[in-house]
């Protein structure tokens, strides 16, 4: 019997069971969509994890000071980024960052309290920050020792009624007046977790200085030319600023690359956990295929009979079953891929489409399973249905 013959036998015997056969690959259906939801919820997850690192600059890499034992402080000088940018190759960005907390007042007499940031102008592409009116302060800003500062929105919006308002307006700190020049934002909101609060101010490193009157820096920033270049470039770094300062000094060297590996590994841990959930669906939906394939060939033990008595050989009985429950199984799996396919397909009328992936993996994985499940499932069937004797089948009533 050709291959041909045998689907076509499969096909009739779907026809002739509709309901039967439909609602035994419902869990099918329901196993196959749950695949894909399972993976394209997992890349999502991954996807918002990386463009938010990403967001805050995944190529960054920070140093800061952490102790020196009993000894005076030991910390980080401008110096060190120097030393950094020319020891380093592959560093596109640097800044040092200075960190005060201070009392501002306006010249209506308000007073407030914010956190200022000395900052060199590279700073703006270490942290990927979004210039949203005015402007960012530059080189020269920063060689002049210019008093101009950037603000967060929401120090714009609280003193001004709107950002476009506190371009030009001044403030003093110390005494000392700051004309405002851009307002920036955050490409991803860190909710504080960063350096930067809601009531920040960047004015000019130089400038900072003034207030401090030392060449200690709290934190210093670094950008990496690429991706690949962070770990080996985080080593170097280390190397750099250890070789500058007493032993027993510590510094933390940090990279957002290691972050982002790190919830890429999560992510795709959970994502198998869930397909470990899922693949229990479609076992259970294996269950009921070899279920109903068994109540098939009981009520077919005479066809089977005939069928041997006119020459059908053993596998020929094998393969018609087998090809029924594969044929169940994978009709299950086609309606549930192309149910799985269609709600994040619908969500992204909605929702931008890089935020909601769509792996082909998916797909295959979800087919690949949904026929290996019949086939699993289909083979102790077709082969008690194949061991069957001609002359007992015949006489079975």
Same mark, same amino acid.
């Given at each position: 019997?050709?291959?041909s013959?045998i689907?076509?036998?499969?096909?009739?015997? +779907?026809r002739?069971?509709k309901?039967?056969?439909a609602?035994?690959?419902?869990?099918?259906?329901m196993g196959?969509?749950s695949v894909i939801?399972v993976?394209?919820?997992?890349?999502?997850g991954?996807?918002y994890a990386?463009n938010?690192i990403q967001?805050?600059? !995944?190529?960054?890499?920070?140093?800061d000071?952490?102790?020196?034992g009993d000894?005076?402080p030991?910390f980080?000088k401008?110096d060190d980024?120097t030393?950094?940018?020319e020891?380093?190759?592959?560093?596109v960005a640097s800044s040092?960052?200075?960190?005060?907390?201070?009392?501002? !007042? @306006?010249g209506d007499?308000?007073?407030?309290d914010v956190?200022?940031?000395?900052v060199?102008?590279?700073?703006r592409?270490?942290?990927n920050l979004?210039?949203l009116?005015g402007?960012f302060f530059d080189?020269?800003?920063?060689?002049?020792? /210019?008093?101009?500062?950037v603000?967060?929105?929401? +120090?714009?919006?609280n003193?001004?009624?709107?950002?476009?308002n506190?371009?030009?307006k001044?403030?003093s700190?110390?005494?000392?007046p @700051?004309?405002i020049?851009?307002? +920036?934002?955050e490409?991803?909101?860190?909710y504080?977790?960063?350096?930067?609060a $809601?009531?920040?101010i960047l004015?000019?490193?130089?400038?900072?200085?003034?207030?401090?009157?030392t060449? =200690?820096?709290?934190q210093?920033?670094f950008?990496?030319r690429? @991706?690949?270049d962070v770990?080996r470039?985080?080593n170097?770094i280390?190397k750099?600023i250890? !070789?500058r300062?007493?032993a027993?000094?510590?510094?933390?060297?940090?990279? $957002?690359?290691?972050l982002l590996t790190?919830?890429?590994?999560?992510?795709?841990?959970?994502?198998v956990?869930?397909l470990l959930?899922?693949?229990?669906?479609?076992?259970v /939906?294996?269950v009921g295929?070899?279920?109903?394939?068994?109540a098939t060939v009981r009520?077919?033990i005479?066809?089977?009979? %005939?069928?041997k008595a006119?020459g =059908?050989?053993?596998?020929?009985?094998?393969?018609? +079953?087998l090809?029924?429950?594969?044929?169940?199984s994978l /009709?299950g799996?086609?309606l549930?891929?192309?149910?799985?396919? =269609?709600?994040p397909?619908s969500a992204?009328f909605?929702l931008?489409a890089d935020?909601?992936p769509?792996?082909?993996?998916s797909?295959v %994985?979800?087919?690949?399973t949904a026929?290996?499940?019949g086939?699993?499932?289909?083979t102790l069937?077709a082969?008690? =249905?194949?061991?069957?004797?001609a002359?007992e089948a015949l006489?079975y009533?």
């Amino acid at each position: 019997m050709v291959l041909s013959e045998i689907l076509h036998l499969a096909f009739d015997s +779907f026809r002739t069971n509709k309901v039967r056969f439909a609602l035994t690959a419902l869990g099918m259906v329901m196993g196959s969509a749950s695949v894909i939801l399972v993976v394209t919820i997992g890349l999502t997850g991954k996807q918002y994890a990386v463009n938010y690192i990403q967001g805050i600059g !995944s190529n960054m890499i920070t140093a800061d000071y952490q102790g020196g034992g009993d000894e005076s402080p030991d910390f980080l000088k401008k110096d060190d980024l120097t030393a950094v940018d020319e020891q380093v190759p592959g560093i596109v960005a640097s800044s040092p960052m200075l960190e005060m907390h201070d009392r501002i !007042s @306006f010249g209506d007499g308000k007073v407030k309290d914010v956190l200022v940031l000395g900052v060199s102008p590279q700073y703006r592409k270490v942290r990927n920050l979004v210039v949203l009116a005015g402007r960012f302060f530059d080189e020269q800003d920063a060689i002049s020792h /210019s008093k101009v500062a950037v603000v967060t929105v929401p +120090f714009a919006e609280n003193l001004f009624g709107d950002m476009n308002n506190a371009i030009n307006k001044t403030f003093s700190i110390k005494g000392i007046p @700051f004309t405002i020049i851009g307002i +920036f934002k955050e490409r991803v909101n860190t909710y504080g977790q960063m350096e930067i609060a $809601n009531q920040t101010i960047l004015i000019p490193y130089p400038v900072a200085r003034y207030f401090t009157g030392t060449d =200690a820096v709290k934190q210093i920033f670094f950008s990496a030319r690429d @991706f690949s270049d962070v770990p080996r470039a985080r080593n170097e770094i280390a190397k750099v600023i250890q !070789s500058r300062h007493r032993a027993n000094s510590v510094y933390d060297v940090n990279e $957002n690359a290691a972050l982002l590996t790190t919830v890429e590994r999560i992510a795709n841990i959970l994502t198998v956990v869930l397909l470990l959930v899922s693949a229990v669906t479609l076992a259970v /939906s294996g269950v009921g295929i070899m279920n109903i394939m068994l109540a098939t060939v009981r009520s077919r033990i005479r066809e089977i009979g %005939i069928r041997k008595a006119v020459g =059908a050989t053993y596998r020929e009985i094998q393969l018609q +079953f087998l090809a029924e429950a594969v044929l169940i199984s994978l /009709s299950g799996g086609i309606l549930g891929t192309l149910l799985g396919l =269609a709600i994040p397909l619908s969500a992204r009328f909605f929702l931008p489409a890089d935020l909601i992936p769509i792996s082909p993996w998916s797909v295959v %994985i979800s087919l690949g399973t949904a026929m290996l499940v019949g086939i699993l499932f289909g083979t102790l069937p077709a082969t008690r =249905a194949a061991q069957m004797d001609a002359v007992e089948a015949l006489r079975y009533d």
